[in-house]
């Protein structure tokens, strides 16, 4: 698995014959692009064609964020693995809409089931929360015998209403409450976390995808139209509960991230460098990290399961075999 480089201070990054250069004001470093998978910006970075048609060539995607943190935009090389057949199959799977059902139905499921699990990790550690994993259950169970994405969609939310509500309960700190779920702007630190975490796996999961035969602009949850992507949204449903809401009650919980992290800014609240730098750094650790796959027999990465995920979706395409979301058991 190639690397993740991260870039947070303001400098030029370029070419050096056949590898990366990274100049700021304490020096110059160079970067190995043969093991480089991705470059995520979050300071003010100059660069030139040269350098993109390098990233071209190496196969390396870049990710840009804004001052506040967030996801602005990608440099997406020419795909190496897009096929005529699969992009054929995706639109077919998105036109017909029993097959488009099949795919959304199941995505969502994925993501209920892990918010279940999530909820059920908790309920073994003490957290007062079984009333409303009954709520969820019933949704889930609702869901299953629902018709149509929008009310598939209407379930979903619900469900992710009451997983919400026992945010409170599960982080046990008065600095950090929920109160309510808000995004652009997010306008409490819980909020900030959230939304921060969200869009760092939206580019983990087009990462992903990159390196399948997928296309990342043909989506069965979120809707295809004019956005450039939305496949990368559909996976990053089914993961964002095991991994960047458990590295929040963790990072909480371990009081590496508190309120001094935060400050109020134009766009509501947002996160100090440090904050930034250090969920990052744990979510990278979570990232590689390794858990046992029954299906496979070996242990895989949490990123690993991301690309897994993707292939599976690319077997039902084919009509190889029925899509199953992933669901943690842990």
Same mark, same amino acid.
């Given at each position: 698995?190639?690397?993740?480089?991260?870039?947070?201070?303001?400098?030029?990054?370029?070419?050096?014959?056949?590898?990366?250069?990274?100049?700021?004001?304490?020096?110059?470093?160079?970067?190995?692009?043969?093991?480089?998978?991705?470059?995520?910006?979050?300071?003010?970075?100059?660069?030139?064609?040269?350098?993109?048609?390098?990233?071209?060539?190496?196969?390396?995607? +870049?990710?840009?964020?804004?001052?506040?943190?967030?996801?602005?935009?990608?440099?997406?090389?020419?795909?190496?693995?897009?096929?005529?057949?699969?992009?054929?199959?995706?639109?077919?799977?998105?036109?017909?809409?029993?097959?488009?059902?099949?795919?959304?139905?199941?995505?969502?499921?994925?993501?209920?089931?892990?918010?279940?699990?999530?909820?059920?990790?908790?309920?073994?550690?003490?957290?007062?929360?079984?009333?409303?994993?009954?709520?969820?259950?019933?949704?889930?169970?609702?869901?299953?015998?629902?018709?149509?994405?929008?009310?598939?969609?209407?379930?979903?939310?619900?469900?992710?209403?009451?997983?919400?509500?026992?945010?409170?309960?599960?982080?046990?700190?008065?600095?950090?409450?929920?109160?309510?779920?808000?995004?652009?702007?997010?306008?409490?630190?819980?909020?900030?976390?959230?939304?921060?975490?969200?869009?760092?796996?939206?580019?983990?999961?087009?990462?992903?995808?990159?390196?399948?035969?997928?296309?990342?602009?043909?989506?069965?949850?979120?809707?295809?139209?004019?956005?450039?992507?939305?496949?990368?949204?559909?996976?990053?449903?089914?993961?964002?509960?095991?991994?960047?809401?458990?590295?929040?009650?963790?990072?909480?919980?371990?009081?590496?991230?508190?309120?001094?992290?935060?400050?109020?800014?134009?766009?509501?609240?947002?996160?100090?460098?440090?904050?930034?730098?250090?969920?990052?750094?744990? +979510?990278?650790?979570?990232?590689?990290?390794?858990?046992?796959?029954?299906?496979?027999?070996?242990?895989?990465?949490?990123?690993?399961?991301?690309? +897994?995920?993707?292939?599976?979706?690319?077997?039902?395409?084919?009509?190889?075999?029925?899509?199953?979301?992933?669901?943690?058991?842990?």
């Amino acid at each position: 698995m190639r690397k993740t480089v991260y870039l947070f201070s303001d400098g030029e990054l370029s070419r050096k014959d056949d590898t990366l250069a990274f100049k700021t004001a304490e020096g110059r470093r160079f970067i190995p692009v043969e093991d480089t998978g991705e470059i995520m910006i979050y300071g003010e970075v100059n660069f030139n064609k040269r350098l993109l048609e390098l990233l071209t060539k190496k196969e390396i995607i +870049l990710h840009y964020f804004n001052y506040y943190g967030y996801y602005a935009g990608s440099f997406y090389p020419r795909e190496h693995l897009n096929s005529g057949y699969m992009i054929l199959k995706q639109s077919e799977h998105y036109l017909d809409e029993t097959k488009r059902y099949r795919i959304a139905s199941e995505l969502l499921a994925g993501a209920g089931k892990n918010i279940r699990q999530v909820m059920k990790y908790y309920i073994s550690r003490g957290k007062p929360l079984e009333e409303s994993l009954k709520s969820i259950e019933k949704l889930l169970d609702a869901m299953s015998a629902s018709n149509g994405i929008p009310a598939l969609m209407a379930l979903e939310g619900k469900i992710r209403d009451y997983y919400y509500q026992v945010f409170d309960d599960i982080i046990g700190n008065e600095g950090f409450t929920f109160d309510k779920r808000t995004r652009r702007p997010p306008q409490n630190m819980l909020n900030t976390l959230i939304s921060f975490g969200n869009s760092f796996m939206y580019t983990i999961c087009l990462s992903e995808i990159y390196n399948t035969h997928l296309d990342p602009r043909i989506g069965y949850l979120h809707t295809t139209n004019f956005r450039r992507f939305s496949l990368n949204l559909d996976l990053a449903e089914i993961f964002k509960p095991v991994i960047i809401d458990r590295l929040i009650f963790s990072l909480l919980g371990r009081k590496m991230i508190s309120a001094k992290d935060f400050e109020q800014a134009s766009q509501g609240i947002m996160m100090k460098e440090r904050a930034k730098k250090t969920f990052i750094a744990e +979510l990278d650790a979570k990232l590689k990290a390794t858990i046992n796959h029954r299906a496979i027999g070996r242990p895989v990465s949490y990123r690993r399961l991301i690309r +897994l995920e993707a292939y599976k979706l690319e077997k039902h395409l084919m009509g190889e075999k029925d899509y199953k979301a992933f669901v943690a058991q842990w």
